[in-house]
């Protein structure tokens, strides 16, 4: 499974950025997908997540100022970012859960990251 990024960059504050993130390959069934992002000196932490069924989980540190959501037919998660605040300049990572069937079960796979900046 391939998981490829686009929509980072430079954005200001309280500027916005759309990122999506699109799924390809062998996928039985695209369970949860979601985004987490990575400062330098930082620990990788989620974001935002999205079951199959479109249940969302969110930061405390962005919920209100960022929507995760979810295309199923095509494999497609985006994160919507508003009201940018520098302390979301991270790399952002792509995430998901995928099913194989039930010889190869499951399998968690991870996108090649985005840069945002945010900054005047």
């Known amino acids: 499974v391939q998981l490829v990024e686009s929509g980072g960059g430079l954005a200001q504050p309280g500027g916005s950025l759309r990122l999506s993130c699109a799924a390809s390959?062998?996928?039985?069934?695209?369970?949860?997908m979601g985004w987490y992002r990575q400062a330098p000196g930082q620990e990788r932490e989620l974001v935002a997540d999205?079951?199959?069924?479109?249940?969302?989980n969110y930061a405390n540190s962005v919920k209100g100022r960022f929507t995760i959501s979810r295309d199923n037919a095509k494999n497609t998660v985006y994160l919507e970012m508003n009201s940018l605040k520098p302390e979301d300049a991270a790399v952002y990572y792509c995430y998901a859960k995928v099913y194989h069937g039930w010889r190869k079960g499951t399998g968690n796979y991870w996108g090649q990251g985005t840069q945002v900046t945010v900054s005047s």
């Open positions: 999205i079951s199959e069924g479109g249940y969302t």
């Open positions: 390959g062998n996928i039985f069934r695209m369970d949860a």
